[in-house]
Protein backbone atom coordinates (compact mmCIF):
# COMPACT_ATOMS: atom_id res chain seq x y z
CA UNK A 1 0.00 0.00 0.00
CA UNK A 2 0.92 3.58 -0.67
CA UNK A 3 2.01 5.95 2.28
CA UNK A 4 -0.95 8.20 3.00
CA UNK A 5 -0.69 12.44 2.35
CA UNK A 6 -0.12 14.90 4.42
CA UNK A 7 -2.18 17.89 3.41
CA UNK A 8 0.93 20.44 3.09
CA UNK A 9 -1.43 24.01 4.12
CA UNK A 10 -3.06 21.76 6.70
CA UNK A 11 0.71 21.16 8.03
CA UNK A 12 1.50 24.68 8.19
CA UNK A 13 -1.72 25.78 9.88
CA UNK A 14 -2.23 23.90 12.83
CA UNK A 15 0.30 22.69 15.29
CA UNK A 16 -0.08 19.60 17.78
CA UNK A 17 0.83 19.70 21.42
CA UNK A 18 2.54 17.30 23.38
CA UNK A 19 -0.82 17.01 25.14
CA UNK A 20 -2.96 16.11 21.83
CA UNK A 21 -4.59 19.61 21.20
CA UNK A 22 -4.76 20.98 18.04
CA UNK A 23 -4.10 25.17 18.09
CA UNK A 24 -4.31 27.48 15.35
CA UNK A 25 -4.27 30.96 14.71
CA UNK A 26 -6.90 33.30 15.57
CA UNK A 27 -8.27 35.26 12.40
CA UNK A 28 -8.75 39.06 11.69
CA UNK A 29 -4.80 39.97 12.15
CA UNK A 30 -4.35 39.47 8.32
CA UNK A 31 -5.10 43.32 7.28
CA UNK A 32 -7.39 46.70 8.14
CA UNK A 33 -5.14 46.72 11.56
CA UNK A 34 -5.34 50.34 11.52
CA UNK A 35 -8.54 50.82 13.10
CA UNK A 36 -8.36 47.84 16.04
CA UNK A 37 -7.11 48.40 18.96
CA UNK A 38 -3.72 47.48 20.06
CA UNK A 39 -5.52 45.23 22.86
CA UNK A 40 -7.52 43.66 20.22
CA UNK A 41 -4.10 42.86 17.89
CA UNK A 42 -2.67 41.40 20.66
CA UNK A 43 -5.53 39.26 21.62
CA UNK A 44 -5.39 37.97 18.13
CA UNK A 45 -2.15 37.00 17.84
CA UNK A 46 -2.47 34.46 20.21
CA UNK A 47 -2.81 30.68 19.37
CA UNK A 48 -6.18 28.99 20.58
CA UNK A 49 -7.53 25.84 20.27
CA UNK A 50 -9.22 24.40 17.59
CA UNK A 51 -13.16 23.36 18.09
CA UNK A 52 -14.15 19.80 18.86
CA UNK A 53 -16.79 19.77 15.92
CA UNK A 54 -13.56 20.63 13.63
CA UNK A 55 -10.84 18.48 15.06
CA UNK A 56 -12.20 15.17 13.00
CA UNK A 57 -11.95 17.76 10.20
CA UNK A 58 -8.31 18.99 10.91
CA UNK A 59 -7.05 15.56 11.69
CA UNK A 60 -8.50 13.68 7.76
CA UNK A 61 -5.48 16.30 6.79
CA UNK A 62 -2.78 14.98 8.99
CA UNK A 63 -2.81 11.58 9.36
CA UNK A 64 0.43 10.88 11.22
CA UNK A 65 -0.34 13.45 13.74
CA UNK A 66 0.12 12.40 17.19
CA UNK A 67 -3.04 12.83 18.75
CA UNK A 68 -4.24 10.92 21.78
Known amino acids: MPK ?3 HRSG ?3 YKITAG ?3 LRRQAGKGH ?3 HKS ?5 KLSSMVEVSATHRSL ?3 ELPYAKCR
Open 4 to 6: MKT
Open 11 to 13: AKR
Open 32 to 34: LLQ
Open 58 to 60: VLK
Open 38 to 42: ASRKR
Open 20 to 22: GKI
